[in-house]
């Protein structure tokens, strides 16, 4: 008797695929946390025209480049802060606009380069350590 065929392996998420997610959840983290398309261009290295086609499901991240990672970053920002704040809406914002003084900056500004970026998520996870 001859053994059946063997059915096929499971679809592995493709690249595209996770580039879309990555794009849609960090564009719906920027919009948690008050960013402009502007705001969030800086933070990820992009241009707000590609941030702007990124909106309309014309681009996608790249996974794996440089923007990506930074990408991942911001929704960190978001996660570890919504966390801290009990998803507030009006915390998130409030903290995301005011200055504070163990970043030595207001967070909405120090995200737009790589090292604030990173300081801020640092930070957060370091207050969620201690929550």
Known sequence: MR???PSPAPAVATAPAAGAVLTKATLRSA???GLSNSVL???VGLSEASISRMAS??????VGSKPAELA????????????LVGN???????WMTSYNRALNA???EAIQTAE????????LDGARALA
Not at 57 to 62: I, N, Q, R, T, V
Not at 74 to 80: E, G
């Open 72 to 83: 991942a970053l911001v929704i960190r920002v978001y996660r570890s802060l919504d966390a």
């Open 106 to 108: 207001i967070p909405r």
């Open 3 to 5: 053994a059946a065929a």
């Open 31 to 33: 919009g948690l946390l």
């Open 116 to 123: 604030g970026l990173v300081r801020v998520v640092t930070y």
């Open 57 to 62: 499901g014309a681009k996608a991240f790249e």
């Open 41 to 43: 261009a800086r933070a």
């Open 88 to 94: 507030s809406e009006e915390h998130r914002r409030l």
